[in-house]
């Protein structure tokens, strides 16, 4: 590689610095680089350099806090939890578990399957929490203008996920019920684990434009602990997924228990995350509110 293609490749590697480092560094090392020969090993100490930056990016003078939006994180984590799933789910031949330990086996089964059950009704079903509380505000004066105008919105966007929702749960039934996809037993005791994270992150917005609203924010605040009870019971069921892997263990090959080891904390991460950012985004609760006007005198 030439002279003038190495000091670019060096250059392009000094963009990679995060903009603190570059402000403040950046041209000062642009000069030193410049100013000598450029080698292989000068864009390898560059590249570990760009590295140990990021990892120490808080020691930068001048750094700002590094901030991923909710939804890239949801969006990459559920990718990445279904890229999971062909090597945890859909390869039969390394899903099994000793038959001497039926009883135990069946048990833990029906356990994971129940919980991954219920969470995902507990995720369905946490809007509900949103109507309730829009109904009572309504009949408070006089917040049931504004109620009334949040509950639209609420209602605008719960109809605009409740189509992709519907194509997730009628894909995770077909799995629960062997209608479509087949799975083994021990298949099918994950494969809720898969579909709940899902659930949960497309219900997120509803209960988020709700929390925009004082006056809902307690609703809003509801339907957030029901998902975080929907999250508890998908860990919960993850539990029971490794009881049934300890059945088998000596008979999984490495890649099989790593894939599923990391699916199981993908899915109970991006579950818990969906629970906190609801309630994280309404910490206050519309009982509480003052009225607008004191009583006036009470007469007899």
């Not at 930056?53 to 808080?58: C, F, G, S, T, Y």
């Not at 999984?252 to 906190?276: D, E, I, K, Q, R």
Request: include cysteine.
């Amino acid at each position: 590689m030439g002279a003038g293609m190495m000091r670019a490749v060096a250059g392009a590697v000094l963009r990679l610095y995060p903009k603190a480092w570059r402000e403040r560094y950046g041209e000062e090392v642009a000069d030193l680089v410049a100013a000598r020969p450029v080698r292989a090993r000068t864009v390898a100490d560059l590249a570990m350099g760009a590295a140990d930056a990021w990892l120490h990016r808080r020691r930068i003078p001048g750094a700002r806090p590094l901030r991923l939006p909710l939804w890239a994180i949801l969006v990459a984590g559920s990718y990445a939890l279904w890229l999971l799933w062909d090597p945890a789910v859909s390869e039969p031949a390394r899903l099994s578990f000793a038959s001497a330990h039926a009883s135990e086996a069946g048990w833990l089964f029906r356990t994971a399957t129940s919980c991954f059950t219920m969470a995902a009704a507990m995720a369905l079903l946490s809007p509900w929490q949103l109507g309730l509380a829009v109904r009572a505000a309504g009949k408070r004066a006089p917040y049931g203008a504004a109620a009334r105008t949040t509950g639209r919105r609420v209602l605008l966007t719960a109809l605009a996920v409740a189509v992709p929702a519907g194509f997730v749960l009628a894909a995770y039934l077909g799995y629960v019920f062997d209608a479509v996809h087949p799975v083994t037993a021990l298949g099918g005791a994950m494969v809720g684990g898969f579909f709940v994270p899902t659930l949960m992150t497309l219900v997120l917005p509803v209960p988020l434009t709700a929390s925009g609203s004082p006056v809902l924010a307690g609703g809003a605040r509801a339907a957030g602990k029901s998902l975080a009870v929907a999250a508890m019971l998908n860990g919960i069921a993850w539990l029971a997924v490794a009881g049934l892997m300890a059945f088998g263990l000596r008979h999984s090959s490495p890649w099989f228990v790593t894939a599923v080891a990391a699916g199981a904390v993908l899915s109970t991460g991006l579950a818990a995350l969906v629970a906190w950012a609801v309630l994280r985004s309404a910490p206050h609760d519309p009982a509480a509110l003052p009225d607008p006007a004191p009583l006036g005198p009470i007469r007899l």
